[in-house]
């Protein structure tokens, strides 16, 4: 009766009536976003497609092993259903060789492709004569293959089958009701579910958006709907305020309570109950920056709502108000071009040893001797800095350490000679050349260099330590006898004794001396100057008379006085008398 009714109110439709009364589906299931229904009578594949997309459908498309045990699940839960169902797979007007087009032999589903990783043909030509339209599909329940799956027939579009399969895809979908009411104390209360294409069923998986639901105990009807900004869908009523708590927690946002007498709903302090008695926004005397850790943004589509946002570096955690650090040296690709340490907020870019960071890149570090000035040779001492070298019998000038001195710390060293003219040779300050290029230590001590003291000879120089009737008793100095100089004016005669310290051994500073008159300092200079000069000519005298040979003479005359002095000596053929 139902397939005669469904072919009257298609045949009224088609003279002009006001509109046809559109059938009601025998089962149904929803798969989250996705329902399918079956309907049952006689029609032909144009009805049936039509019936589905006044529905908002459209026929069934089969392009998975999912969609054919939908099918079994809804043909076995209704015995009366004929063999053969009409699903949306057609064949165009035409023919064609169905070997050369794939899965579906040219068919085409009503949604305009031909997509699927799924078919079941219930037979196929063997002869290769070309198929030809139009045509179209159903699925039969009598012709089910070997593993209890429906099978496709090819059908005259204008045959009836037995009923057909719409399918129905959705935005949102709500889950069925929490329903436990506080003053029932059986087992939760079954509900009555509507869908958008007319099933009624109390057993569903998900509901699509705008399905109602009847819990006829409590009086209450409620709607699956979207709220703004949503991703899922949520049970709700025009009705302002909450209903029993125990479904779905009075539609309260955040707690229900009954402790009134009757149902309502409360909202965290920093928050206000809305409008609909339900929801909860951001009270108009909360600061929006105290309800987010790092940054708050008021919604000005939406007053009283609101969005956290955090610095760089971090992401909203799970409660969408607090935030949690980035590890950002897990990003692909990585941020670092080497090595990468994440920190709070932020990474750090290392590099491996022997590479340096340069302008975001580790490059190879250059050689720390690269552009020095060493006179010698550079040596490396850490990635960056160096030193520089002498070679043997040389050490570096302390005031300019790139470059080198000739060096002796013993009583005779090798002479420094130009290989290209092996008479050009150079000692250390304090030796002398000898024979067999080599530079022997200056004894100043055996030339009685210091009087009033104790001589210690060194490689290059020479120290006294001072006796007793010296000035400076008990010091270290080059002079422990100085030259007391009188003052004009004075008969008694004052002198100020040099400044006593322990020098370089090979260099002799002039003693330091206080502020005095220019006229003085030029006399006290001239003086000076004489009485050495007289001194060592006599000590050179007296040295040639106990010297047994005029070699040694020469190897202990070794400052430039000393020289002129032995120089008119040895132009005298008879020693002088004083």
């Avoid at 092996?422 to 055996?446: A, K, R, V």
């Avoid at 070699?551 to 005298?572: F, I, M, Q």
Wanted: aromatic share 6%; glycine share 8%; hydrophobic share 35%.
């Amino acid at each position: 009766m139902l397939g005669v009714l469904l072919l009257g109110v298609l045949a009224r439709a088609g003279l002009g009536s006001s509109g046809p009364i559109e059938p009601q589906p025998s089962g149904s299931q929803c798969i989250e976003h996705d329902c399918f229904a079956l309907f049952r009578g006689p029609v032909n594949f144009l009805a049936a497609r039509q019936a589905c997309e006044r529905l908002q459908g459209h026929l069934m498309t089969v392009r998975s092993t999912v969609a054919a045990d939908v099918i079994s699940l809804l043909l076995s839960g209704d015995s009366s259903v004929g063999p053969d169902l009409w699903i949306g797979l057609h064949l165009p007007l035409g023919c064609n060789v169905p070997w050369d087009l794939g899965a579906l032999r040219g068919f085409q589903w009503v949604t305009g492709d031909n997509h699927t990783s799924y078919s079941r043909w219930a037979r196929l030509d063997d002869d290769g004569a070309p198929v030809c339209g139009p045509l179209c599909v159903t699925v039969s329940v009598a012709a089910a293959s070997v593993n209890g799956e429906p099978t496709w027939e090819e059908r005259q579009c204008e045959a009836e089958a037995d009923g057909f399969l719409c399918e129905f895809h959705f935005e949102a979908y709500c889950r069925p009701l929490e329903a436990n009411p506080r003053n029932q104390v059986a087992a939760p209360i079954s509900s009555t579910y509507i869908t958008p294409f007319g099933a009624r069923n109390a057993d569903f998986q998900t509901l699509p958006v705008g399905s109602s639901v009847v819990v006829e105990p409590l009086g209450l009807t409620l709607v699956c709907s979207l709220p703004s900004g949503a991703a899922a869908g949520r049970w709700s009523r025009e009705a302002p305020g909450a209903w029993d708590c125990g479904v779905e927690n009075g539609g309260c946002e955040y707690a229900c309570n009954t402790s009134v007498g009757t149902p309502s709903c409360f909202c965290p302090d920093h928050l206000d109950l809305q409008a609909d008695g339900r929801s909860c926004s951001v009270a108009p005397t909360q600061k929006c920056t105290d309800l987010c850790e790092h940054f708050c943004i008021n919604n000005a589509a939406e007053p009283g709502s609101y969005t956290c946002m955090c610095e760089t570096g971090y992401k909203l955690a799970a409660d969408q108000h607090q935030c949690e650090d980035v590890d950002d040296c897990m990003m692909v690709p990585n941020p670092c071009p080497q090595r990468c340490v994440n920190t709070k907020g932020g990474f750090d870019c290392l590099c491996y040893e022997g590479y340096e960071l340069v302008d975001g890149e580790c490059v190879e570090l250059l050689d720390p001797c690269f552009g020095s000035n060493c006179e010698y040779q550079c040596q490396p001492v850490s990635p960056t800095e160096y030193r520089c070298i002498c070679a043997e019998g040389f050490a570096p000038i302390p005031q300019k350490p790139h470059l080198c001195q000739m060096l002796c710390n013993q009583t005779a060293c090798p002479a420094d000679c130009d290989p290209y003219n092996p008479n050009h040779c150079q000692c250390p300050e304090g030796f002398i050349l000898d024979e067999g290029s080599m530079c022997s230590d200056i004894d100043e001590c055996s030339n009685g260099e210091c009087r009033k003291g104790e001589c210690r000879n060194l490689p290059g120089s020479f120290e006294c330590l001072c006796g007793p009737d010296s000035p400076f008793a008990g010091q270290i100095s080059t002079d422990c006898d100085p030259i007391v100089v009188s003052n004009k004016g004075d008969d008694d005669g004052s002198g100020e004794p040099p400044f006593s310290t322990r020098m370089p051994a090979s260099t002799l500073r002039p003693p330091s001396a206080g502020a005095v008159h220019s006229g003085v300092l030029i006399g006290i200079s001239i003086a000076s100057l004489s009485l050495v000069v007289a001194l060592l000519a006599l000590l050179c005298h007296l040295r040639k008379k106990q010297s047994t040979a005029h070699a040694e003479l020469e190897y202990k005359c070794g400052s430039p006085a000393k020289e002129v002095v032995l120089h008119n000596v040895r132009t005298e053929q008879v020693p002088q008398k004083l």
